[in-house]
């Protein structure tokens, strides 16, 4: 089967790229950009900043030390687009291994003399993913044997003793090899490296080994913390690890961090990380806007991380992030022309920035999008991901078919194939009709934000379905349908009072959307701009999007030379036409595509000081 992830046990059981066929929609429309586009882009900046080069002996060696693993995430992304790049590619990455199956651009030579930060490992990781793909899609070829041959080497090299990688991903990646080939090493060696994660495998750095996740080992850990992807990737590794020896203590664990962490550690988004300082996590209710991090390849690997819960556990609160993280961070990681990418994602943006047209440094504060950086894991990242997004849409359980996320599609699992008809995230209705017949259960999912959503399971008969799973059971006939209609009225949504930095500030939301303000050109500063929670959020839809209006008031704040005083600066008055100014909402992930703009997640109330 052509999936990503393939347990062989859990409470559901993901339905492959083979099994959904995703259409022109929502993800339909971003899948056929990314094969058609961005994933030429990728390859294209590659071979203009030499790191395809390296693989062909180019000296001096150019890219950072671990930019090897963008060429393999390239190659993940080909096998899951079937693109024609790939095998020449292959070949490319296949010359440059050495006769025992060591392949390093950076480090041959020197093999292994720097664990903490020469990501040897994690490039492995990588290179391991891509062989998967093509082994799941096409077979055994110059990539699987390439891919092999690499896990075999880590095998022989690190089978014994405490040694680790300073970034993990090479755990799942081995899982997911055993799972493919059924050698029993491949899976022992990732069980290895998981136990090894802090007893501690690693040296003291400056960050603190929690920034490796080597301060606890991962059992005994209450919340993700340190850098934001390691520690997903981690987990996802943890995961797999535990599904496959039934290790249930492992997953309980991960589960537990999972629920602290998104109850206090993540933004509205659902993107992950609030610290420039180590690309991680920040303590407990450390939400700033204008200073998350949220990097696109943390989001991803949190939709990875969910994935794999929800599959363990059929539990729809993991889809319920999965779907928020999918629609409001990956969405907005790339522009809407497939040729520029976000590495962070803040939730507010103080001053516009011009969009640049070459390759600028990752730890740029934010702003536009960049056609490629220094340090490019986000852009492969979004390319593998977009790719391979259909696995994401259902799973099978003992009695039939779930649908987990919505985008219009074709699904075939138990002698069931399905249609599913609908304008999501625009709109709230989804239709399933069946194309083919056969006895089970048809099941969907309603999201957590859905609290008055209808399920009609035949004509006239139509009920009220509360958050979670719900369908019909019955021998089903071409033409039968469920319609599931969910309310999508926008929203206000207040923070958690323990966020001191969005104390006195509200958002909008629609659906799975989350929505912001922006000011572009002559537009009003929104450092003026305050709004009152309640007042009416308009829709105003041009095409399929749907936009937001409401009435905001416009400060006038005069120059200061103190930035404090004896009594609150509360907001009053307006400016602009009539009693006060209409302030238009977009969805978040279409923010600074009109060039450059200041943007706002987080607004603030009138008459309430804000945080």
Known sequence: ????????????????????????????????????????????????TGWIG?????RPRRGREFSDSEIYKLLEAMAWADHPALPELAETVARAQEGDGYLNTRWSGSRYTDLEWGHELYCYGHLIQAGVARLRTHGEDTLTRTAVRAADHVCRRFMEGTQTDGHPVIEMALVELYRVTGAERYL????????????????????????????????????????????LYLAC?????????????????????WERTVARRTHLTGGMGSRHAGES?????????????????????????????LLATGDARYADLAERTLHNVLATGVALDGRSFSYVNPLAVRVPAETPDGMVSHAAEGGPRSPWFDVSCCPSNIARTLASVAAYVATSSGDGVRIDQYTPSEISHGGLRLRVETGYPWTGTVRVRVLEGGAGRISLRVPVWASSATLTSSPGESRAVAPGYAGAEREWRPGDELVLELPMEPR??????????????????????????EAAGDEPPLAEVAVRPGSALTERTGGEVVELETEAVLGASAASAWPYGSAPDGWHGSHGAGPGAALRLIPYHRWGNRGPATMRVWLPVAGEPSG
């Not at 590794?237 to 961090?257: F, I, N, R």
């Open 492 to 517: 206000w949504t207040y923070p958690d009072r323990r966020v001191d930095a969005l104390r006195g500030c509200v958002a909008v939301e629609r659906g799975p959307l989350v929505y912001c303000a």
């Open 1 to 48: 089967m052509a999936n990503p992830v393939l347990p062989s046990s859990g409470v559901l059981s993901p339905l492959g790229l083979d099994a959904v066929r995703i259409s022109p929609g929502f993800w339909g429309d971003r899948a056929a950009l990314n094969r058609e586009v961005t994933i030429a882009h990728c390859q294209e900046w590659m071979e203009r």
């Open 237 to 257: 590794g943890a995961v797999d690890v535990a599904v496959e020896t039934g290790d249930e203590e492992l997953l309980k664990a991960v589960e537990s961090q």
């Open 281 to 309: 996590f920040g303590d407990d209710y450390e939400l700033p806007p204008d200073r998350a991090y949220s990097e696109t390849c943390a989001g991803i690997a949190s939709i990875m991380l969910s994935h794999r819960l």
């Open 188 to 231: 022992e060696m990732a069980r290895r490296f998981v136990a090894r994660r802090g007893l501690p495998s690693l040296g003291e750095i400056h960050l603190g080994r929690a920034y490796f996740q080597d301060d606890v080992p991962v059992r005994q850990a209450q919340a993700f913390r340190g850098h934001a992807v390691r520690a």
């Open 54 to 58: 390296n693989f062909r002996g180019q």
